[in-house]
């Protein structure tokens, strides 16, 4: 019997909601009757998942739309007052948006790149979520963060990353036992394994070189695969709902076994980074 989500009159708010893992998630909040902000910062991106988002709402809330730059404290801000001005609300906090600039200390440009990834993955999480409490602790909301196997175990050249994770994870289950009594807000952690998106076209891979890139990693899986953006969103949706009341500080591996195995993240096609 699969679970059923109310989300009627909710707020939810995704960064990194314009693709990947973000929009899916932004459209199965949709679908289970949530008001959505979708965010990103190409307009046309954005735009098309508030499309997708609006045509399957049950009654067809139109998601708000904010384009942006959330790397940047000004962004930030006005995604969040942008947020409670339209809707007067949120309930619900998913920080997804990250980066996986690999760079090995040797490099350069090891420095620029560290900042770069710590500034989105973790900073921009810690901000969002210090400006989002007030408004959860009114609502009794909750905050789900996306993270990573990466943050569990090190993976070489990849240094700046494994530590945005790992420092997101701490500072999940902080917020937990901090915010636990405003309100009862509830903040969980998940950590991932290979999900397709198209995350390595951003790295200058072509799509197919993209699809290959996962297709190799989940190949080393005891699942056999990589996992589908739908998937990670189903599990958001468990996180943040009642059916879920009772877990908060939780990391919650979604990774097809990934932290069994020793080799999926050193495979030939992850070398290529």
């Given at each position: 019997?699969?679970?059923?989500?109310?989300f009627s009159g909710k707020v939810v708010l995704?960064?990194?909601?314009?693709?990947?893992?973000?929009?899916?998630?932004?459209?199965?909040?949709?679908?289970?009757?949530?008001?959505?902000?979708?965010?990103?910062?190409?307009?046309?991106?954005?735009?098309?998942?508030?499309?997708?988002?609006?045509?399957?709402?049950?009654?067809?809330?139109?998601?708000?739309?904010?384009?942006?730059?959330?790397?940047?404290?000004?962004?930030?801000?006005?995604?969040?007052?942008?947020?409670?001005?339209?809707?007067?609300?949120?309930?619900?906090?998913?920080?997804?948006?990250?980066?996986?600039?690999?760079?090995?200390?040797?490099?350069?440009?090891?420095?620029?790149?560290?900042?770069?990834?710590?500034?989105?993955?973790?900073?921009?999480?810690?901000?969002?979520?210090?400006?989002?409490?007030?408004?959860?602790?009114?609502?009794?909301?909750?905050?789900?963060?996306?993270?990573?196997?990466?943050?569990?175990?090190?993976?070489?050249?990849?240094?700046?990353?494994?530590?945005?994770?790992?420092?997101?994870?701490?500072?999940?289950?902080?917020?937990?036992?901090?915010?636990?009594?405003?309100?009862?807000?509830?903040?969980?952690?998940?950590?991932?394994?290979?999900?397709?998106?198209?995350?390595?076209?951003?790295?200058?891979?072509?799509?197919?070189?993209?699809?290959?890139?996962?297709?190799?990693?989940?190949?080393?899986?005891?699942?056999?695969?990589?996992?589908?953006?739908?998937?990670?969103?189903?599990?958001?949706?468990?996180?943040?709902?009642?059916h879920a009341r009772f877990i908060t500080g939780?990391?919650?591996?979604?990774?097809?076994?990934?932290?069994?195995?020793?080799?999926?993240?050193?495979?030939?096609?992850?070398?290529?980074?």
């Amino acid at each position: 019997m699969s679970i059923k989500y109310d989300f009627s009159g909710k707020v939810v708010l995704i960064t990194g909601s314009s693709s990947g893992i973000g929009a899916a998630t932004a459209v199965q909040f949709a679908r289970s009757g949530a008001m959505v902000v979708v965010t990103g910062r190409r307009a046309v991106l954005v735009s098309e998942v508030a499309k997708q988002c609006q045509n399957v709402s049950p009654k067809q809330f139109k998601p708000l739309e904010v384009v942006g730059d959330i790397s940047q404290k000004p962004d930030c801000k006005r995604l969040v007052e942008t947020t409670i001005g339209h809707f007067g609300r949120l309930d619900v906090l998913v920080n997804n948006a990250a980066i996986g600039t690999p760079g090995a200390l040797s490099d350069g440009d090891y420095y620029d790149k560290f900042e770069a990834v710590m500034q989105l993955n973790l900073n921009t999480t810690v901000y969002l979520t210090y400006l989002s409490v007030d408004y959860l602790s009114k609502t009794g909301g909750n905050i789900v963060n996306i993270s990573s196997g990466a943050g569990i175990r090190p993976v070489s050249g990849m240094s700046a990353y494994c530590m945005s994770k790992s420092a997101m994870d701490m500072f999940t289950y902080c917020c937990a036992s901090e915010l636990g009594p405003k309100n009862h807000i509830r903040v969980n952690v998940i950590s991932l394994g290979p999900v397709k998106t198209a995350a390595f076209t951003t790295l200058g891979m072509t799509i197919e070189q993209n699809d290959a890139m996962f297709d190799n990693m989940g190949s080393h899986l005891p699942v056999g695969r990589p996992g589908q953006p739908h998937e990670i969103a189903d599990t958001v949706m468990y996180l943040a709902s009642d059916h879920a009341r009772f877990i908060t500080g939780a990391q919650l591996c979604v990774d097809g076994g990934g932290l069994t195995v020793n080799d999926y993240l050193m495979c030939d096609a992850f070398k290529e980074l």
